[in-house]
């Protein structure tokens, strides 16, 4: 299994940047997993839109769905090319209902609702989606491959049950969204960097990668308090970084 960064920041993307959206490529084929804001210029530096087998939406945040609605217009296109036959698959919550329409507008899209504790075979890996801690139905995806094991942990606060999701996956990736001072005094379905290393340490994550990153902040503070609290192999998110599992 292989797993890109294509976007990494949020709330919006820095110069050059992009809000949440990354490859997984598994046994050939090519999942795009959340769609942010700038994913899709960074898809094209690998291969054309029509050529992915699935999308995948943690959850309906326009920083993770943004570039979807101009993917379905790359479809669009290449199916009226001649490109691309089937519909492309986009598995995302059902809920907010609005939203979830928008998602089934054309007859080359196909949604389909993801649901707790579900689990999707695929070539080479089965994914199983897993509530989280945030603002509206969001789902944390386990994907278990022949031998390895990612955990994405889409956007998510403290209270998230990772424990029961999975222990020790080779590659935890989790957000981060505030340095720990910044912290909102209200919950707000999101870790602090601080609290994603020490949910990492929990789960005794091999590799901790830390994503979903204010733009304002620099590496080397992320990485400060990271290191703080998770001893294993941390990486922080940029475009382009990449490990093969
Ligand atoms: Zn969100």
Redesign the pocket.
């Known amino acids: 299994m292989k797993w890109t960064v294509l976007g990494c920041q949020s709330p919006y993307p820095g110069p050059g940047g992009g809000t949440p959206g990354y490859l997984l490529e598994v046994s050939g084929q090519r999942i795009l997993v959340d769609c942010g804001s700038g994913v899709l210029s960074k898809l094209g530096c690998y291969f054309q839109p029509h050529q992915l087998d699935a999308v995948w939406l943690s959850?309906l945040?326009f920083?993770?769905i943004a570039d979807f609605f101009v993917l379905q217009y790359a479809v669009k296109t290449e199916v009226r090319l001649g490109r691309r036959k089937a519909p492309l698959t986009v598995y995302a919550p059902a809920e907010p209902a609005d939203w979830a329409e928008k998602l089934n507008k054309y007859p080359y899209v196909l949604h389909q609702s993801i649901h707790e504790g579900q689990t999707y075979p695929f070539h080479g890996c089965e994914i199983t989606a897993h509530r989280t801690e945030?603002?509206?139905p969001?789902y944390a995806l386990k994907i278990q491959g022949q031998e390895k094991v990612i955990l994405y942990g889409a956007?998510a606060g403290p209270s998230t049950p990772w424990n029961s999701m999975c222990i020790q996956p080779d590659l935890f990736v989790c957000e981060g969204t505030f340095l720990h001072q910044d912290l909102p005094l209200q919950p707000v379905?999101h870790h602090s960097v601080l609290q994603a290393a020490m949910a990492a340490q929990r789960i005794k994550a091999h590799r901790l990668l830390l994503t979903h990153l204010y733009p304002g902040y620099s590496h080397q503070s992320l990485w400060n308090e990271a290191s703080s609290a998770y001893s294993g192999q941390l990486s922080i998110a940029s475009p382009g970084w990449s490990i093969s599992l």
């Open positions: 959850h945040h920083d993770h945030h603002a509206i969001c956007d379905g």
